[in-house]
């Protein structure tokens, strides 16, 4: 079982930053892949970005250049680091976990966080 508390949600104005943080409770934490989605309201959940067991990442072509994800093994947490915030990456942010390797589609993904709200005004 593993559970994962997100932080680091809130306001900011389009072209600001923010920094995500999804902390992991897994003894195993080293053998999951943790990634990243959202879903804005009315909207299906998507994928943002992903970070695998081996260390490769994944991104959505709609943060590329963007968003960076990155993982702190010693603090079983992932970070992801969004610069440029856009109206349009108002959403519910989400961390997940899944067995090693990241995946694109959410129903492939095991353990859900409760989400953080990000809200970019234009």
């Known amino acids: 079982q593993v559970q994962l508390v997100e932080s680091g949600g809130g306001l900011v104005q389009a072209g600001g930053s923010l920094r995500l943080s999804c902390a992991a409770s897994a003894r195993t934490f080293s053998k999951y892949a943790m990634g990243w989605f959202r879903q804005a309201p009315g909207k299906e959940r998507e994928f943002v970005a992903a970070y695998s067991w081996g260390g490769v990442t994944a991104y959505a072509d709609f943060v590329k250049g963007r968003f960076t994800i990155s993982r702190d093994y010693d603090k079983n947490t992932i970070y992801l680091e969004m610069n440029s915030l856009k109206p349009e990456d108002t959403a519910v942010y989400l961390c997940?976990?899944?067995?090693?390797?990241?995946?694109?589609?959410?129903?492939?993904?095991?353990?859900w966080g409760q989400g953080t709200q990000v809200t970019v005004s234009s």
């Open positions: 997940a976990a899944r067995n090693y390797y990241n995946d694109y589609d959410p129903r492939a993904w095991s353990y």
